[in-house]
């Protein structure tokens, strides 16, 4: 009788449950009003990575440090209270403090300002927890946020605080510099790490009693964090965070007004060793600017890249912003492509870096082919608008010209060895020596 009953009750829980499903189910199925899903998802910019992404290069990151995680501080709720970063959380406060002292204000007013506008924050981030409801959210906003204004400061004087802060603290001074900004410098990279910029501007509007615009607030990211020239991003509308301003600006000034002019050009491009045998030569240009692509009259124009310690953190932040934020594009991604063309091995390497087209400071030739062509290309495509279509039609067919074929044939053939080359040398040298032997030994017949 018992099991009896226990049965009727979980049937009219399960009930209970796919009623309360089919009414939500119908709710979404009536509501044709796509304006107002586009309003939900045009808000959020600031994602959790997905396991799809991070499965990418799953033997990389137990070796090295998580590119997804950040190693020091948190910045927003994600990685909030996370054991290796609490160690942080006393120097945030310190930073609070010092800020609203500085500015002459009062904390209130700080956290009346970003109350404010706390749903607008709230609705960048992706699947915040129900925990980070109310005041609990205005605070960590204030904190981090104050915070990350600090450490802006920081980066743009290169260590050099104001007095306030006193020359042996850990964090805010040159010595907290030299050896933390680096990993800090990666940290506010990371993706799943980010602050809207909207915060900022809203702080900043406290701190100085007036309002900035959109360009300095722009500005204020870039000259801590950036050198770069680039200026025309700058000028128009806020970034998102610190990881939109580094992808728009620093490596896709300018990309979305490069025309194409192919159409539908999907062959790929021959690696940087077999283009140098086909008479293509390679020139590095000085804005790191990667609509700057293209190839004239034989020669492959490319920005110059610097890889060093930070770099696969860095890429793999802004592909995973590309590939989650709608509006964000391909532009890196394209560019990784390219590389994965470019760079087969680690000869690949050597001759760029001797064309002084890519800097590398990661250790070994082969560690960079590895990182170009294992890491970051893993899923990686080209987009159907990008420039980079032309440019790989206009090398593929330079490289198809009967002469430059035969030249690379040529080249493949007897200079990638040296002992086929010193055979060739000797044949030359032979048939010269037969050649004139000949020639003198016909010369005294003529002259009788």
Sequence with gaps: MEASSHNVSIGVEEEAISDSWVMEMDKMIGDSDRSSEMKQWSKRYIYRVPAWIKNLHPDRHPKKCNAYSPQLMSLGPFHHGVSDLVSMEVHKHRAVAHLVRRSGKQLSEF????????????????????????????????????????????????????????????VFSKHGYLNLWDTLWCDMIVMENQLPLLLLHTLVTIQRGTSPTAKEINHLVCDALFSTEEDTQLDQDQGLHILDIYHKVYLCCNADNVPRQGSDWHEDMPSAVELYQAGIHFK????????????????????????????????????AFERLHPNAGNHVMDFVYFMDNL??????????????????????DEELATLINKILSKQVGLSDNTPIHDVHRQVSDHCKKPWNKWRATFIHTYFSNPWVFISLIAAVILLVATIMQTVYTIIPFYRK
């Design 284 to 319: 590095g240009l000085e804005n790191l600017n990667l609509a700057g692509i293209h190839f004239e009259r034989g020669v492959l124009y490319m920005p110059v890249i610097k890889f060093y310690d930070n770099i696969e953190c860095e890429f793999l932040n802004v592909m």
């Design 343 to 364: 760079i087969d091995t680690a000869a690949d390497v050597r001759l760029l870096c001797s064309n002084k087209v890519i800097v590398n400071l990661l250790g070994s």
């Design 111 to 170: 956290t009346a300002a970003v109350r404010s506008v706390a749903d607008q924050l709230w609705d960048a981030y992706e699947d915040i927890g129900a925990e980070w409801e109310g005041e609990r959210f205005v605070k960590l906003m204030v904190t981090d946020g104050c915070f990350l204004l600090e450490l802006l400061m920081m980066g743009e004087a290169e260590g050099n605080m104001p007095e306030d802060y006193p020359p042996m603290d850990p």
